[in-house]
């Protein structure tokens, strides 16, 4: 099997994975680390059919600041963001009869998933503002190396990040 190097210097090697309840976490030799957060479970609810759940984002949003796992609230909130988003804006150009290739949407950056819903008046100004500064910190942290004075967040600040971010989600139609 091939060795899994990292994506972003393309020479780390893998050197350990960790998984939580919908986090992965891989460490690579370089220091940099990649997180994977699994939005969707699929469960059997009878022998034949399968459902899809979303394990409530506020939950586990909630959980992450009562364990003081800033980090994991930070990654959790921008893929919830991505994911909610997305949903948000192809239920609105379906609802104005506005037609766009779904696919389309699916690829847009979390930069500009943010900037449509807010011109698009389906965010308003406040969620927008959080919805960036959550992101801000989040592309901050990431691209941090592991060695780096250990992560770069002051408590409250994350607390209140992530305490934002359950807030633009509960607009984002998230429970
Ligand atoms: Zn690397």
């Not at 350990?16 to 309840?21: A, C, D, P, Y």
């Not at 919805?131 to 942290?141: G, H, N, Q, S, Y």
């Not at 002051?154 to 971010?165: F, P, T």
Request: hydrophobic share 35%.
């Amino acid at each position: 099997m091939a060795e899994e190097l990292c994506p972003s210097c393309k020479k780390g090697k893998l050197v350990s994975v960790k998984k939580e309840e919908n986090v992965e976490t891989k460490e690579f030799s370089c220091g940099h680390r990649t997180f994977t957060v699994r939005i969707e479970e699929r469960i059997l609810v009878s022998d034949s059919v399968h459902a899809i759940v979303i394990p409530s984002p506020i939950r586990l949003l909630q959980e992450a600041i009562n364990q003081k796992d800033w980090f994991k609230g930070l990654i959790m909130s921008i893929t919830y963001f991505e994911h909610f988003g997305i949903n948000k804006l192809k239920e609105h150009f379906r609802s104005k009869g506005i037609n766009i290739d779904p696919d389309k949407i699916d690829r847009l950056s979390l930069e500009e998933i943010i900037m449509v819903l807010y011109s698009c008046e389906i965010v308003d100004q406040p969620t927008y503002t959080k919805m960036i500064e959550v992101k801000k910190k989040r592309d901050k942290l990431v691209h941090q190396k592991k060695e780096a004075p250990i992560f770069e967040i002051e408590e409250g600040e994350a607390e209140n990040l992530i305490k934002k971010a359950i807030e633009c989600l509960k607009n984002l139609g998230a429970t």
